[in-house]
């Protein structure tokens, strides 16, 4: 088994997870800003061209950030991130859909349409007149999920899940290319400052993210 990697904050948010469960499993490197993710040896393991992906010993190749995760966490048992049982599960993909339907797609997308559209225009189809408006649907939502959360540590309740890391490293990587993270959202501000403060956080960075200028 190996993760095929790279700089970025879905790969990020990948390698952020496995410190989380103590996994380490060999990984191979790819040039995400040169496009290796896109050329036609890559696509033939992950149709879609996305980084990362996860290559079994079989040859199976598993290309979506979340199934990643979720195949990880179930073979490595213990410290589970996605829930021990049928209700702690379920709690955990509503909150991680809700953090991606509501806020992680129209951020990423918000940046690959404006400040990242000279890296992205050949890559997906982009809609740059869209962009400000999925800003504008981001930074609403995240008002709106600020006032479902005061009172906990994470967002599923009192344990990180995989939906904190989703969030945390979207709103870390925008926070420096065009969506500043809003500190007056307290409940948010100071979840932020909870998961930023784990080991997990500064140790999944990309050893070249202060050279490319993002953090991912």
Known sequence: MKLLSSFGPNPRMVR???????????????????????????????????????????????????AICEYLDEINPGNSLVGNNAEEKAISRMWQRRVELNITEATYNGFR????LEL?????????????????????????????????????????????????????????VGQPRDTSLTNLDAWFKRVEARPSAKGSLHPAWEQVGMRG
């Open 113 to 116: 349409f404006a400040e990242g």
């Open 120 to 176: 992205f225009k050949t890559r997906v189809h982009c809609v740059p007149e869209a962009a400000p408006g999925l800003k504008a649907i981001a930074k609403h939502n995240l008002k709106w999920l600020d006032g479902l959360i005061g009172g906990r540590d994470y967002i599923c309740g009192n344990q990180l899940r995989l939906a904190d890391i989703i969030l945390y490293c979207c709103l870390d990587f925008a926070n420096g």
């Open 16 to 66: 952020m997870f496995m410190l989380e469960k103590g996994i380490d499993i060999p990984t191979q490197e790819m040039d995400l800003l040169g496009g290796e993710n896109r050329a036609a040896d890559f696509k033939a393991k992950n149709p879609a061209g996305q980084s990362p992906a996860l290559e079994l010993d079989n040859g199976t190749v598993i290309g979506e950030t979340v």
